[in-house]
């Protein structure tokens, strides 16, 4: 469907909507972002060497957290030794009101510590989703797993959650014992998580996971599953139908989230073997990579979302549908100026035309090499902007941004898969459901 099109049925909804009010008690939102969004705020917080914490003031005040979800997307400056500590790149976000947010960091301690910037998005809903969010610790000796009994029940084929963690971690070696996966376990009651951390090994240290559990209640379906790469692996494909799944429906609807747990402590942190990007490879194939192969015994599982939008209007552009329909990737050429940058105009192309101003990017990144200090060259975060996603790698070391700095050379190629979703900017929300 085109640009033309889309804009014609909403129209066309909106006169008809004049028409019935009276007749049928129809109230229609012509200001929402998306389907069912009332606003995106997005903004980049800075972190020095010290900074732990950084709280946001919002543009807006959010009406109601349990239609909010939060979404963050670190980089950080280019460090060696210390300053790639694995504490220095991992954050969570919490409300602190309406109207703040509190983002924190794992740690930082002056020269053992690095700048970053962390882009975060605060996307509240008007209607048809429910977001349950919380905090959960495991200590250094605690299981691998944990189940986390929610207020109220989901339902798993309209649920996805989003998992961060930090952990005060001051070696570079242990990366594969901080990430995370998060599942709705799907049983008669429906209101219980699994939150697995993958792995537990000596020194290994306390982590805390941020949650969200988010519900479309309409206008969506939700697929979720896991793939394991195998040792020796960099790759792994996973077929809906293996996972009892239809095929999708739309691609130009659909986004994935991809979350992954390292399973063994032979990974040694190499992040190269430890982070995963995915991509939906055809309507029923999602594809997962990794950027280095790894030994006999270390293999990555990956938790996946494939969440597919069912109403008429809204789109999903993403690196296979674009004008150049390639991955973003930054190499390991030399590098004078922070951040590097990669700039991508949305285009039409096969009828997907998304606006930028509505919308809010899922992505994911693999780096290659087999370092344990890849962090900084692995993170990159995508900021919206009205016409199109800027990716960036790397942060300035200094309050303003971009910085000329002495040439370095990447340690490893970080590519990223992206989405960037434009929900329906118009929905009946009385009576509810329309």
């Known amino acids: 469907m085109n640009n033309f099109l889309r804009r014609y049925y909403i129209l066309v909804g909106a006169c008809l909507g004049i028409g019935l009010v009276a007749g049928l008690g129809l109230t229609f939102v012509t200001d929402a972002g998306a389907v069912q969004i009332k606003t995106v705020q997005t903004g980049t917080a800075t972190f020095d060497l010290d900074d732990t914490v ?15 979800m939060v979404l963050l997307y670190p980089r950080n400056a280019n460090s060696t030794g210390n300053g790639n500590r694995d504490q220095n790149y991992l954050f969570t976000a919490t409300f602190e009101s309406n109207s703040t947010i509190l983002l924190e960091r794992a740690g930082a301690n002056g020269t053992a510590g ?54 005060a971690l001051t070696s570079r070696s242990s990366g594969e014992q901080f990430q995370g996966t998060c599942r709705v376990i799907d049983d008669a009651t429906d209101n219980k998580i699994e939150i697995n951390r993958g792995v537990v ?54 986004f994935l989230i991809t979350q992954f747990r390292g399973d063994a402590t032979g990974l040694v942190g190499v992040d190269g073997r430890i982070l995963v990007r995915g991509v939906i490879g055809t309507t029923d194939q999602l594809n997962f ?34 004008p150049s329909p390639v991955p973003v990737s930054f190499g390991t050429g030399a590098v004078t100026s922070v951040p590097q940058s990669s700039a991508i105009t949305f285009a039409s192309n096969s009828g997907v035309n998304i606006e930028a101003t509505r919308s809010i990017p899922f992505f994911s990144r693999s780096v290659t090499g087999t370092a344990d200090d890849e962090w900084d060259d692995g993170n990159v975060a995508g900021e919206l902007t009205g016409t199109g996603i800027t990716f960036k790698r790397y942060s300035a070391t200094v309050a303003t941004e971009p910085q000329t700095v002495a040439s370095f050379t990447p340690q490893g190629t970080t590519t990223a898969d992206w989405t960037a979703v434009e929900f329906c900017p118009l929905t009946i929300t009385s009576p509810n459901g329309g």
Do not use: C, M
Request: no cysteine; charged share 15%; glycine share 6%.
């Open 54 to 68: 950084a709280i946001v003031t919002l543009g807006t005040a959010v009406t109601d957290q349990a239609k909010t």
């Open 114 to 167: 690095a700048w970053a910037r962390l882009t975060w998005y605060v996307v509240e809903f008007t209607d048809g989703i429910n977001v349950q969010r919380g905090i959960s610790s495991f200590t250094d000796t605690s299981p691998v797993t944990k189940t986390i009994t929610l207020a109220q029940s989901f339902v798993p084929t309209k649920t996805f959650t989003l998992l961060y963690g930090r952990s």
């Open 201 to 254: 090994a000596t020194g290994t240290k306390s982590i805390t996971y941020s949650y969200q559990v988010v519900e479309f209640q309409k206008d969506a379906t939700v697929k979720s599953g896991e793939v394991t790469i195998a040792a020796g692996s960099a790759t792994a494909s996973d077929p809906l139908s293996s996972e009892g799944f239809s095929a999708i429906s739309n691609l130009n609807r659909t």
């Open 289 to 322: 990579a990794r950027g280095q192969a790894s030994a006999s015994t270390e293999t990555v599982t990956v938790r996946w979302h494939v969440v597919e939008l069912t109403d008429l209007v809204s789109l999903a552009q993403t690196n296979l549908n674009s």
